[in-house]
Nanobody, 119 residues
Framework: QVQLVESGGGLVQAGDSLRLSCAAS????????MGWFRQAPGKEREFVAS????????SYADSVKGRFMISRDNAMNMAYLQMNSLKPEDTAIYYC????????????WGQGTQVTVSS
């Protein structure tokens, strides 16, 4: 069973960039597709981006397409979310998640990292 720990959040100004990291342990990292989700205050958790097990396929929410980029390093058991041109509406807790190969669901979650974008 994989454990996930996010890092890299913080307080930035609109237009700035941040890179979130997700460190995985306790499982075979390359067997999991990875995703990033976020939850803003008073809102439901929403999908941000995902990446296939090999890293060859990615998917993005329309709201972040062209600004965010998801990547992974299977040798280092890491996933990343590069966030550029940040907007105040990107303010949220960002969660890293791993999708189980058999259930095809994001069954494993990190504790989240706060991203705050000031205008």
């Amino acid at each position: 069973q994989v454990q996930l720990v996010e890092s890299g959040g913080g307080l930035v100004q609109a237009g700035d960039s941040l890179r979130l990291s997700c460190a995985a342990s306790g499982g075979t990292f390359s067997s999991y597709a990875m995703g990033w989700f976020r939850q803003a205050p008073g809102k439901e958790r929403e999908f941000v981006a995902s990446i296939s097990r090999s890293g060859g396929g990615t998917s993005y929410a329309d709201s972040v397409k062209g600004r965010f980029m998801i990547s992974r390093d299977n040798a280092m058991n890491m996933a990343y979310l590069q966030m550029n041109s940040l907007k105040p509406e990107d303010t949220a807790i960002y969660y890293c998640a791993a999708r189980d190969l058999f259930t095809m669901k994001f069954d494993y979650w990190g504790q989240g990292t706060q991203v705050t974008v000031s205008s």
